[in-house]
């Protein structure tokens, strides 16, 4: 049990920024899991806006999809890679743990069925868990390297990139699509036009690919902490316990709901994060419980940004075709072709 004598001794830990690693790589890390998220969330904008503009229904949706300002993105972008900086190695594991759990929880109920809007929510609920994944995953790989800076600084000059080249492409879909895809002029857009559909397929190969290796490295990252197994049996006990009992709830409380909304969304992160909160009250230290309250910050950060989405993910049978599909207008019958020559 944690007590009110320890205070002490955890002040001048978080004061030196001990956090597993210094400083600059805690930041480089940061950037690098947030340009991550960054790509998951510009490819599904540009999946949701193929979908809007290839029905003539979702003309407001799609409206309200290419509003969203590049300024705003990289405001975004700049206060995700902060919390993804400061949120403790431990803390972010837990949380790599907890989604992945609840992930193959809902994907083995969705296995009976198609659920394909169920899917997409989950990708889009994934943000701040795969930017947690992939902090866990450079801090477990890049632990112990000779030259750990200089690897990061190549990492997220590769994010950088391809962060820069799924913005350039949402930013193109949202201006040209609708003009280049119906004169056939862009190769982009005729792609996309042909095959968007098997965009999410896509994504989530990806994202598994990325949790897969994000919670072998929570495991490992967890149990370096631990000096004997006995001392490890008394943290994952209670730990696989309190992630049982939410996923329990979480998958009672998805069957009660009627309506998916932000709303209902928050409600699900505040108990997420109270019953990780309450557990670490038990087994955890000081700064765990500070990692949690940011941790839940940059869950609700991520869920603001992805607002819109969640909006479109209420449609019924959203999209409502496949994307490679336009619907084409009749074009009604001329005199000339209405009569047969004689």
Not at 49 to 68: I, M, S, T, W
């Amino acid at each position: 049990m944690l007590s009110l004598l320890s205070l002490p001794s955890w002040i001048p830990s978080l004061l030196s920024l001990e956090w597993g690693s210094s400083l600059v790589d805690s930041l480089l890390q940061g950037l690098v899991a947030a340009f991550g998220v960054s790509v998951l969330s510009s490819l599904l904008k540009v999946y949701f806006f193929v979908g809007c503009a290839n029905d003539p229904q979702r003309r407001h949706e799609k409206e309200r999809l290419g509003a969203q300002w590049a300024s705003l993105q990289m405001v975004h972008l700049v206060g995700l890679a902060l919390l993804l900086t400061v949120v403790p190695a431990r803390v972010a594991a837990l949380v790599v743990l907890e989604f992945s759990l609840r992930a193959v929880s809902t994907l083995l109920a969705l296995s009976k069925g198609p659920g394909d809007t169920e899917r997409l929510q989950l990708y889009l609920l994934s943000q701040y868990s795969l930017g947690c994944g992939l902090s866990c995953g450079l801090s477990f790989l890049q632990e112990g390297a000779p030259h750990r800076t200089l690897n990061l600084l190549l990492s997220l000059g590769l994010a950088a990139l391809l962060g820069s080249g799924a913005q350039r492409l949402r930013h193109h879909v949202c201006c040209f699509y609708e003009l280049h895809s119906s004169q056939n002029y862009c190769g982009v857009c005729l792609g996309l036009l042909a095959g968007a559909h098997g965009l999410p397929r896509l994504l989530g190969r990806a994202l598994a690919v990325a949790f897969v290796v994000g919670d072998l490295a929570a495991v490992a990252l967890i149990n370096r902490d631990f000096l004997s197994t006995s001392e490890a049996m008394r943290f994952w006990t209670p730990l696989t316990i309190c992630y049982t009992l939410l996923v329990i709830y979480m998958q009672e409380e998805q069957r009660q709901q009627q309506h998916f909304s932000l709303q209902s969304q928050v409600q699900t992160v505040l108990v997420r994060m109270g019953g990780l909160f309450v557990l670490l009250l038990t087994v955890g230290r000081w700064l765990d419980l500070l990692g949690i309250l940011i941790s839940l910050l940059g869950e609700l950060w991520c869920l603001v940004g992805v607002r819109t989405l969640l909006d479109l993910c209420q449609i019924q049978g959203f999209p409502s075709r496949r994307p490679g599909t336009r619907a084409v207008p009749r074009q009604p019958l001329s005199s000339s072709q209405g009569t047969a020559p004689s």
